[in-house]
């Protein structure tokens, strides 16, 4: 997870998807600008496109996320890479939305990032 430098909370790594360019490779693009890891010979599961309730939306244009998700258990290392890049950038365990809200509430005095809430209530395990 990242912290947003705009205030609106923590969110999963993520940004625009270039014109042309395949979700999964955005994935790993916006992964490694946002936290500095490199993934490499792992498989990427996109999921469907859907409507998220971004704050920067208007009338006139919206945001539309692709969830990307991969499996790291178990690392060739042993453990998870550091992550660094964004001004606050940590693994979290998410084994539920509601532990994830906890731990982000008690570590780092944080909040789930709004438009993220559904993906993330959907998506663990």
Same mark, same amino acid.
């Given at each position: ?5 705009? @205030? ?6 993520? @940004?625009?998807?270039? $014109?042309?360019?395949? $979700? #999964?490779?955005?994935?790993?693009? %916006?992964?490694? %600008? ?7 010979? +792992? ?10 309730? /971004? ?10 996320? +692709? ?5 790291? /258990?178990?690392?060739?290392? @042993?453990?998870? $890479?550091?992550? #660094?890049?964004? %001004? ?10 509601? /532990?994830?809200?906890?731990?982000? #509430? ?7 990032? #709004? ?11």
């Amino acid at each position: 997870m990242v912290e947003r430098s705009d @205030g609106h909370g923590w969110a999963v790594p993520g @940004g625009y998807v270039e $014109p042309g360019q395949d $979700p #999964a490779h955005a994935a790993v693009r %916006e992964l490694e %600008e946002e936290t500095g890891l490199t993934l490499g010979g +792992v498989s990427w599961r996109v999921l469907p496109a859907r409507y998220v309730p /971004d704050p920067r939306a208007s009338d006139e244009a919206w945001m539309v996320t +692709v969830p990307s998700t991969v499996h790291l /258990d178990p690392l060739p290392h @042993g453990g998870l $890479p550091a992550v #660094a890049g964004a %001004e606050r950038a940590a693994w979290v365990r998410v084994d539920t939305y509601t /532990d994830l809200v906890a731990h982000l #509430a008690a570590v780092y005095r944080g909040r789930v990032f #709004a438009a993220h809430r559904a993906m993330l209530t959907e998506l663990p395990g």
